[in-house]
């Protein structure tokens, strides 16, 4: 009698065993795919060093591009790693939404110098990396040339250039950064016909300083383009040169 039961019970049990097998391996055959890939980039439209087209290309060329793929299966940390190695991006953040849909935010870097030196075309970013230049775009600022190398960028040419930046009135005057073979350097500016001897870079931020009271008590006086050069190598003096 038991036995006869517990027949009964596995042949009611059947349809649905098969049934729950029928709907795992269908789905297992038609499992859903990736259906887009929608990328923001940060800061794009001031300075758009990358486009999304970019960073497709990117994706496909390591072989790490989603679409088509079974979307259990994307790599989203594989994703930003391969994101990252790009040296104009700082930080990529890729997730997994509703719909299939796969997410990227990209943040790029902060360049705030250009470097036209023995070592080559690129620039420094805010926080002292290496960032290399773009066809898409070019960034508005300062250019350091002449005889620069790595340790004189980590040395002094990124504080240099920091300071540069953080200074609303030095960031839009000071054009052109030169070093020559003795380490001396010579500032263009962009208002004024002249040459800025700066010395070396020590106490630079002194230097600037006595050359911001001449601008207010003699420049602004006799004009911008009086003097061919102004030399500040020398402490707490500001020589010029008609």
């Known amino acids: 009698m038991i036995k006869k039961i517990l027949r009964i019970i596995l042949i009611s049990l059947l349809p649905l065993y098969l049934l729950a097998a029928y709907i795992v391996f269908s789905n297992k055959g038609n499992e859903e795919t990736c259906s887009e890939v929608l990328i923001s980039i940060g800061d794009s439209i001031d300075a ?13 060329k390591n072989g ?39 997410r990227i935010d990209i943040e790029q870097r902060n360049p705030i110098l250009r470097v036209m030196g023995i070592n080559g075309d690129f620039y420094i970013d805010d926080r002292g990396e290496y960032m290399p230049t773009s066809s898409n775009f070019t960034a508005h600022v300062p250019v350091a040339s002449g005889y620069i190398t790595k340790d004189d960028i980590k040395k002094d040419i990124y504080k240099f250039a920091l300071f540069l930046d953080s200074n609303d009135f ?45 601008y ?18 020398y402490d707490n003096q500001v020589i010029c040169t008609k």
Not at 48 to 60: A, E, H, N, Q
Not at 170 to 198: H, M
Not at 219 to 233: A, D, E, H, M, P
């Open 48 to 60: 758009p060093f990358l486009k999304i087209k970019d960073v497709k290309y990117m994706l496909s």
């Open 64 to 102: 790490v591009s989603p679409v088509g793929k079974p979307f259990s299966k994307v790599n989203t940390y594989k994703i930003q790693q391969t994101l990252e190695e790009n040296r104009i991006i700082r930080r990529a953040v890729c997730y997994k939404t509703p719909g299939n849909i796969l």
């Open 170 to 214: 030095w960031r839009a005057q000071i054009d052109q950064i030169y070093v020559d073979s003795k380490g001396e350097v010579e500032l263009i500016p962009k208002v004024g016909n002249n040459t800025i001897y700066l010395g070396d870079f020590t106490n630079f931020e002194t230097k600037l300083d006595n050359l911001m009271i001449f």
């Open 216 to 233: 207010k008590k003699g420049l602004s006086k006799r004009g911008w383009n009086v003097y061919k050069t102004i030399n500040l190598k």
